[in-house]
């Protein structure tokens, strides 16, 4: 039977992955191992081909075995495929006898990581994916709106949103190659017997070790009972993912702020508001993204630390990784389920963009009129004329404009004019167009292969 529903699984669990790291889907895949291993040796001549068949037929309903139970009997062997072999061998009948040959507690355990891993993925790819498309039609849309760019929190220099969104969506899609990359070559099938050598198998254990990796659609390699590279490659690209994820949606949080309110969430009716505060319209996709993905480094420090392990066959480090994978899987799925919903709803204000750019008289453009006084008066003299003007402004005792042009060196050389079309944020973007293009058009050119 599957897990219960969680309290906090609502928020911190949603989306399709969680339905594929359940107990049932744990089990699947153990018994998905089984009947592929016993298929496997039929085929090269180790086990009766209708023995193969029966222990198929008993692995087929994951939803018959009681996880719960299979969970309690592991107390007793240290892992839950001792007792899941036994019932199977059980089920089988006749056929119990071919059950598990050749096989280890731990390659059972491990090819079920790699298989819900595997199912996983698949789900989580699609929630990227779909996040890059938002975000792709996001950055062509705004190419050219205005926004501030802030750095350390304040207002720094103009950007604009395209380029904003563009940079998000560089970092969902690197962290989603990522994703494919592992998913296509490195979540392998294990099988190795006792100590790694499939000795029981004698010569033909290297050809059912191919043949088992096709069935089950993962990779073929050599034992890896204590090489954890395959875990941690794996735990590195969902918290990478994590990172990708947690950038877009703490920005549109703090972009969908009272005092900047220049994105918003409107989501179905009933999300975003409070218990208390009737006028409130929290981006409650958003938050749940930064709260799903903000799991993830302890996670996968747990992972990373669990790798050392000793000689053949790890005492308690391989355990170790049982929770925690599960976790990440878990808390990478919901974050991007719930980015992909903040991007769905999300509204950008235009004219809040236009107002916050114009919030500090000018100030934003004192960089591009230190640039262009420059080559005429000095570097340093011109920064110094116009940040003494920035702080007439900053004070209250006038307009930036204003006191540029009437300051004996700005004035000089720049007359009022000159000083306004400095002071104009859209001309003041740089290549902000140009990048944006680009990002756009690698996504594109990726999702069309």
């Known amino acids: 039977m599957s897990d219960a529903t969680g309290l906090f ?15 049932t889907a744990w089990v699947r895949a153990m018994l998905d191992f089984e009947a592929a291993l016993a298929a496997a040796e039929a085929e090269h001549g180790l086990v009766d081909p209708a023995d193969a068949a029966a222990v198929a037929d008993a692995a087929a309903d994951p939803s018959s075995y009681d996880a719960a139970a299979l969970g309690r009997a592991a107390a007793g062997t240290g892992n839950p495929a001792g007792p899941l072999v036994r019932e199977l061998t059980d089920r089988a009948g006749a056929a119990g006898r071919i059950v598990h040959l050749g096989a280890t507690s731990q390659d059972v355990v491990d090819t079920a990581a790699m298989l819900v891993a595997h199912r996983a993925l698949e789900v989580l790819l699609i929630d990227l994916r779909v996040c890059g498309d938002l975000l792709a039609d996001l950055a062509e849309r705004h190419a050219g709106t205005v926004q501030v760019g802030r750095t350390l929190l304040q207002h720094a220099l103009p950007t604009t949103f395209g380029v904003v969104a563009a940079s998000w969506l560089s970092g969902v899609d690197a962290a989603s190659d990522r994703l494919v990359r592992v998913r296509a070559d490195r979540l392998a099938v294990q099988f190795g017997g006792a100590v790694g050598t499939l000795a029981s198998l004698g010569e033909r254990g290297p050809a059912v070790l191919t043949s088992l990796a096709a069935l089950l659609g993962l990779r073929e390699a050599a034992p890896w009972h204590t090489e954890r590279t ?6 590195a690209a969902l918290g990478g993912a994590c990172g990708a994820v947690a950038t877009v949606a703490r920005d549109v949080v703090l972009l969908a702020q009272t005092e900047v309110a220049e994105v918003r969430e409107e989501g179905p009716e009933g999300t975003g508001g409070s218990s208390t505060m009737p006028h409130k319209r929290n981006p409650v996709a958003a938050v749940a993204a930064v709260a799903s993905a903000q799991q993830a480094p302890g996670l996968v420090a747990t992972l990373f630390a669990a790798m050392a392990q000793e000689h053949q066959r790890a005492a308690g480090s391989w355990h170790a990784e049982w929770v925690p994978l599960r976790s990440l899987l878990r808390a990478t799925g919901s974050a991007a389920h719930w980015l992909r919903a903040s ?22 453009l004192a960089e591009r009129v230190t640039t262009a006084l420059a080559p005429a008066a000095g570097r340093l003299a011109a920064h110094d004329a116009v940040t003494a003007c920035c702080r007439r402004v900053a004070e209250g005792r006038g307009e930036l404009a204003d006191l540029l042009a009437a300051d004996p060196l700005v004035g000089a050389h720049l007359d009022r004019s000159a000083v306004a079309a400095l002071l104009d944020p859209a001309g003041y973007v740089g290549s902000a167009a140009e990048f944006t293009a680009r990002a756009v058009a690698a996504h594109r050119g990726r999702t069309s292969r």
């Open 9 to 23: 699984d609502g928020v911190l669990a949603a989306g399709g992955v969680r339905d594929l790291t359940d107990d």
């Open 230 to 235: 395959r875990v941690a490659e794996l735990a």
């Open 343 to 364: 991007l769905e709803r999300l509204r950008v204000d235009e004219d809040a963009m236009r107002a916050n750019v114009g919030l500090t008289g000018g100030l934003l």
